[in-house]
């Protein structure tokens, strides 16, 4: 499904975000002594749960940047097919946004557009936010990842998104498809022949080069500096481009939301990122390990079979009543 922006308008008025899946820990079964170092293992334990639950109820979001042309709205066309990723265009949200009739920034966006300018942040976040959660609320909360195309893309952009979501979203990664402009250019001129943009012409395209380098390559370095950029050479093949944004998005974003953690008191025992290909069950699971005194384990996991499997020789998995049990092997 292809969730291109037409999703939403600033009196949108949908809520942000969405509450984590539990609400709390489970219960243990045997009381632990209450000695200082059991408790510190306790609020330690705690700790990491309250931030692994919160992350996990977070929508997860890759920026996609890269200069006017370098082909993000292509690539991001892309994931959608292969991955069934939620894509929000900033730029197509503010286009629509301009032709809403009464919509009271219509005449701002279109001047920033033609300028080749950036549109003030409260404007275009309104409008990513909406479109998210309306995205969210219409899949019952299903659909919880998001390539937010050509956005954030200077350092207004960038404070105004960190201070109006609040921590609401998991900023996963940003990829960055690097091109050098003169492609770029052929490439919007070519495209100005069919796509009525009142800014892909050589005047407006010149400008929006220049605001490029000017703002959102530093926003690229940013976020280069806090290891969040994947980078791809999109002067390729739009084949070669989508095959290795597909990569990445494996490698990376499928990865680092499958992991297998085992919490118990100790912290977590085990954890395992997974491969692609690997096969993926959603079960929750009550987990035990017969052998520890208190030994209250969870998951609400996406647990991946082949890793658990990889872990019998140490450990069984039996099914009792409705959970599944985790055992340590004797002997
Ligand atoms: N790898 C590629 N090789 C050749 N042409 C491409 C490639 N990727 C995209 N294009 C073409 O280049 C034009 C611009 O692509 P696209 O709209 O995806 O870029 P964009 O980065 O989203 O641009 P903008 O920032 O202006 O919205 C389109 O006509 C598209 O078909
Ligand atoms: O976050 C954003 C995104 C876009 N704009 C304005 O829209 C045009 C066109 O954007 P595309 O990504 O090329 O569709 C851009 O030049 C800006 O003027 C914006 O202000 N903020």
Redo the contacts with the bound molecule.
């Keep these: 499904m292809n969730e291109r922006a037409s999703l939403g308008n600033i009196d949108g008025g949908i809520q942000v975000g969405k509450s984590a899946p539990m609400g709390g820990l489970p219960r243990r079964k045997e009381p632990i002594s209450a000695t200082g170092s059991a408790l510190a293992r306790m609020l330690r334990l705690q700790h990491s749960l309250r931030t692994f639950y919160r992350e996990m109820g977070k929508p997860k979001v890759c920026f996609v940047l890269?200069?006017?042309?370098?082909?993000?709205?292509?690539?991001?066309?892309f994931l959608v097919k292969k991955h069934g990723l939620a894509h929000l265009?900033a730029?197509d949200l503010l286009r629509e946004e301009r032709k809403r009739a009464g919509s009271t920034y219509g005449e701002l966006i279109e001047s920033c557009i033609v300028q080749g300018t950036i549109v003030p942040v409260e404007i275009t976040c309104k409008l990513l936010e909406n479109a998210m959660n309306k995205i969210m609320t219409e899949s019952n909360g299903e659909q919880d990842k998001f390539l937010i195309?050509?956005f954030p893309r200077n350092l207004d952009n960038l404070e105004g998104w960190t201070k109006q979501m609040d921590g609401k979203t998991d900023d996963r990664i940003v990829l960055y498809?690097n091109?050098p402009l003169e492609?770029?250019e052929a490439?919007?001129m070519?495209?100005a022949k069919t796509?009525g943009?009142s800014?892909?012409n050589i005047e407006a395209l010149r400008k929006?080069f220049k605001t490029y380098e000017e703002s959102t390559k530093g926003i690229i370095e940013h976020y280069r500096g806090i290891g969040k950029v994947r980078e791809v050479d999109?002067?390729?093949?739009?084949?070669?481009?989508g095959d290795a944004v597909s990569k990445l998005w494996s490698r990376t974003l499928a990865m680092s939301s499958s992991h297998l953690f085992l919490l118990t008191h100790y912290g977590p025992v085990l954890t395992h990122r997974t491969q692609p290909g690997d096969l993926f069950m959603l079960i929750p699971l009550a987990l035990h390990l017969d052998n520890f005194q208190f030994s209250y384990f969870l998951c609400f996991f996406q647990v991946d079979v082949s890793v658990i499997i990889k872990w019998r020789k140490v450990l069984t998995i039996k099914r009792s009543r409705n959970a599944w049990k985790v055992c340590l092997k004797s002997g």
Excluded at 66 to 75: E, Q, R
Excluded at 234 to 241: P, W
């Design positions: 890269g200069g006017p042309g370098a082909g993000k709205g292509t690539a991001c066309e265009s730029g195309d050509g498809l091109c492609v770029c490439r919007i070519e495209r796509s943009r800014d892909d929006r999109s002067s390729q093949s739009k084949e070669a481009v």
